[in-house]
């Protein structure tokens, strides 16, 4: 007795009997439509469905798939394999985050179309099997490859071919799975991903990266992750560009209304004090007062387009007329080398205002923003130091005076701040879990 099981549409054309309370039935062509159908049904539940059948061979039989034939039907086996709460929650997330997510299986175009339809992938999307693919050139299918969000009944070599077009139509593909059937498609994206300690070993050879919590949702944690290195980068460019186009604007209208403003060593203590360790610790901070869906917002287009020019533009802005106004002030009520020692003070306390703002009111942040003003107080009051740094001790009203300018610099950052995100710049909270992922 041999017995078969499969996918119903091909299994069921190959039955020429069912098998009713124990007693054979001659099948014909209306039968197998009927049971077809059947197996739609269940598909459409969300069921994987197999058709089993048997048939009795004789001693000495060949196994072929050509020889298999004249079948008698025995039934299906429909496997519940249901979607997670928190999976449809992961792609909803994965999708906010301007990521597309395509469904490549090798089920049922039914069933792939109600769990689809369940995680909220299907979208009004169309769904293709393989003998579509089959019939399309690769032409064709580029062009309505932005119109499927799901590819059932596909092969292996069918998976690749979808990586390959969707990478020639310029998309950065990345490709979860956990079977070797998936292991090619895997090599084909530009980040595989295997997904799960039961991944096979071909798969996680294949793979770029391997997750080994069987959670749809560290991929997810870990695009949150990627994207915090976005959110760091852009302010830690605002921070070094935004401030040395303040410091370079303050020294041509310095130089234009004919005082002197900051000289070269003067600059180049305000680049120790601002561009190192607060730069620094800007930049390594974790994600503070924002949420993993804001996180998720972020990415070289957001955080390195208009939100990046935005940001240098404003602290070029407020350190340049901050640090002027000081001088300014500083030059009616002493000289000229006050004016400058307290332009100095001034365009330091200035950036490392912003500085603090930027980062949140995160510890480490503000630590070292207090840190270099301590070194800059010391510089300037230091009489030797303060000579070879081109400067001058100042007195309470020099202090008051560069001090007032860097405080309302901070707090025109702040509100800045506030009216973009829509409302207060909140302290840090605790950032959202690593990844869970082994690269």
Not at 23 to 52: C, F, I, K, N, S
Not at 280 to 298: D, I, N, V, W
């Amino acid at each position: 007795m041999l017995s078969v099981k499969g996918a119903p549409e091909t299994v069921v054309s190959r039955c020429s009997s069912r098998l009713v309370r124990g007693t054979a039935e001659p099948v014909d062509d209306r039968g197998r439509q009927e049971l077809t159908r059947a197996a739609a049904r269940l598909a459409r539940r969300g069921y994987r469905v197999l058709a089993v059948a048997e048939c009795p061979v004789p001693d000495g039989y060949t196994l072929d798939d050509d020889h298999l034939d004249e079948l008698r039907f025995l039934g299906f086996v429909a496997l519940a394999d249901r979607v997670r709460p928190v999976a449809a929650e992961a792609v909803s997330k994965l999708r906010g985050a301007g990521v597309r997510v395509v469904m490549v299986t090798g089920d049922h175009p039914h069933t792939a179309e109600a769990v689809a339809e369940e995680l909220g992938v299907l979208d009004g999307g169309r769904v293709l099997n393989g003998a579509d693919l089959d019939r399309m050139d690769d032409e064709e299918l580029t062009r309505i490859l932005p119109e499927v969000t799901v590819f059932a009944r596909t092969a292996p070599a069918q998976k690749v071919r979808i990586v390959r077009l969707l990478r020639r139509a310029g998309q950065i593909v990345a490709v979860t799975g956990d079977g070797a059937n998936d292991a090619p498609a895997i090599r084909a994206a530009n980040v595989g991903v295997a997904l799960g300690s039961r991944a096979t070993p071909a798969a996680r050879d294949a793979a770029d990266v391997v997750v080994t919590d069987d959670r749809i949702e560290t991929v997810v944690d870990a695009v949150v992750e990627g994207r915090v290195l976005w959110s760091s980068v852009r302010d830690a460019l605002a921070l070094l560009l935004g401030g040395n186009l303040g410091e370079v604007a303050f020294t041509v209208g310095a130089g234009i209304l004919g005082g002197p403003g900051l000289n070269t060593r003067q600059l180049l203590l305000v680049n120790m004090l601002t561009d190192v360790v607060p730069a620094l610790a800007l930049a390594a901070r974790p994600p503070a007062g924002t949420t993993a869906e804001a996180l998720l917002a972020e990415g070289p287009d957001a955080s390195l387009g208009s939100a990046l020019n935005r940001d240098i533009r404003q602290r070029a802005v407020i350190t340049a007329v901050s640090t002027g106004v000081a001088w300014t002030l500083a030059r009616f009520t002493g000289t000229p080398a006050r004016a400058s020692t307290v332009a100095l003070v001034a365009m330091v306390g200035a950036q490392l205002g912003q500085t603090i703002v930027a980062g949140r009111l995160d510890r480490v942040v503000a630590a070292a923003c207090l840190a270099s003003l301590a070194l800059l107080a010391g510089a300037v009051q230091t009489p030797g130091l303060s000579h070879l740094m081109g400067s001058r001790p100042l007195g309470p009203a020099g202090w008051v005076i560069a001090l007032s300018a860097a405080v309302a610099a901070a707090v025109v950052a702040w509100w800045l701040a506030s009216r973009e995100s829509g409302g207060s710049v909140e302290k840090p909270r605790t950032a959202p879990a690593p990844a869970g992922a082994n690269a």
